[in-house]
């Protein structure tokens, strides 16, 4: 089946650097989407990307949908105390169903040090 | 606008208990529903989706069952509960009209965080 393959596992820096982390797949997608989970809560939807190529943005947050429709990264740039969390990328292949059935990454667990 | 809801949001069962976790989900019509499992704050693990009133699909042989008597609401099912059937639970939706939301893009629930003892 497909799987995502998402690194790094964890990251620490301080606040106010920048954050990147990516996603890739052992086939292509048609959808990434990005997710983060604060803790004991449910994900929540920070961007979607539906076009290979596509870049997009929500505030301080970059997501990309790169070119060989094998992978995508997010990057966070100025972080702050509040973008602690854990970041999922998730993911439908070519054989995508009717149901929007999603492949996710394991996460990456942010850490913002102040 | 649409939201999801999830209850109860803490649940400690015993050993052998049933279980009933419901989803109820407003402002959109016959949405595509999905029940997730995540142990330990990493991976997402589906369990059960559906796309219509009475029609559920199991990803994973388990100690659990699914419903859904209505379009909106989800029932996530146990008549008893194992050790490791604890864990965080997640309901989701997606749309099914090719309108201005995709049917690719799921929208999840604040989860419920359940132990068994």
């Known amino acids: 089946g497909q799987q995502l393959n998402q690194s790094p596992q964890s990251m620490f820096i301080q606040e106010g650097e920048d954050v990147s982390m990516n996603c890739t797949s052992s086939?292509?997608?048609?959808?990434w989407l990005w997710y983060k989970q604060d803790p004991g809560e449910g994900p929540v939807l920070l961007i979607a990307?539906?076009?290979?190529?596509e870049l997009t943005s929500n505030g301080r947050l970059t997501a990309q949908f790169g070119i060989t429709r094998k992978d995508s990264f997010l990057n966070i740039s100025a972080s702050i105390p509040s973008d602690v969390g854990i970041y999922f990328c998730?993911?439908?292949?070519?054989?995508?169903?009717?149901?929007?059935?999603?492949?996710f990454g394991q996460g990456t667990i942010l850490t913002v040090h102040p | 606008s649409q939201t999801i809801h999830q209850w109860p949001a803490t649940l400690v069962q015993p050993v052998g208990s049933p279980l009933s976790l419901e989803c109820t989900v407003e402002?959109?019509?016959?949405?595509?529903l999905y029940w997730y499992r995540q142990a330990a704050g990493r991976g997402l693990q589906l369990l059960f989706y559906?796309?219509?009133?009475?029609?559920i699909s199991s990803e994973v042989p388990q100690n659990l069952s699914a419903s859904r008597p209505q379009d909106r609401q989800f029932i996530l099912s146990s008549k008893k509960l194992l050790l490791s059937d604890s864990g965080f639970y997640l309901c989701?939706?997606?749309?099914?009209?090719?309108?201005?939301?995709?049917?690719?893009?799921?929208?999840f629930g604040p989860g419920t965080r359940l132990t068994v003892l």
């Open positions: 990307l539906y076009k290979a190529g």
């Open positions: 989701a939706w997606s749309a099914t009209d090719r309108g201005l939301l995709r049917t690719d893009t799921q929208y």
């Open positions: 998730a993911g439908q292949g070519l054989r995508g169903t009717s149901y929007g059935k999603l492949t």
């Open positions: 086939s292509i997608f048609n959808t």
């Open positions: 402002g959109t019509s016959n949405p595509n």
């Open positions: 559906s796309v219509g009133i009475g029609q």
